[in-house]
């Protein structure tokens, strides 16, 4: 009897280690895989968009659906007009960082960002300013206008 919860105890062990060496294999076709290919970022064939003048130039725009902005802050009428407002000069501020010097960029666009953040906390309620501040950060890093 004792012989036969020792075979079953080496047969579990004996599947662990099945387990954990196919999980190793498996990490390792993976991470080779990424490593042909040059970067992890390659789908398809497809090749990370190379950063170009104009690139750049698109990543200063920073108009957008008003009314779409509306909806995801749930913002009444006076609102929806003082936020265009507030944002078209935002706008305006950040198409003149474009023509700006390399060095004065990213302080320029971290300036424009405060004003408006300042502006729009008179405007909005809590929720709302949380909301939008949230959309402008993640907006102003994706286009890498922050680092």
């Known amino acids: 009897m004792r012989a036969c919860q020792k075979d079953e105890g ?14 190793l294999v498996a990490m390792l076709s993976m991470t080779a895989t990424f490593a042909a290919n040059g970067d992890g970022n390659k789908e398809n064939g497809k090749k990370t968009p190379e950063v ?6 698109q990543n ?9 902005l509306g909806s995801i802050l749930q913002l009444n009428d006076y ?7 507030i944002h078209n000069k935002f706008v305006n501020e950040v198409k003149s960082v474009e023509n700006a010097d390399a060095s004065e960029r990213q302080d320029l666009v971290k300036e424009a960002a405060g004003k408006e953040l300042k502006y729009m906390s008179y405007v909005l309620n809590s929720k709302q300013y949380q909301k939008f501040s ?7 890093n994706n286009r890498g206008l922050l680092k």
Do not use: F, G, H
């Open 10 to 23: 080496q047969a579990v062990k004996k599947k662990e280690m099945k387990k954990i060496v196919l999980t």
């Open 52 to 57: 170009t003048v104009a690139n750049m130039v």
């Open 60 to 68: 200063y725009d920073m108009t957008l659906n008003y009314s779409t």
């Open 79 to 85: 609102q929806m007009n003082a936020v265009e407002l």
């Open 134 to 140: 949230t959309l402008l950060n993640l907006t102003l």
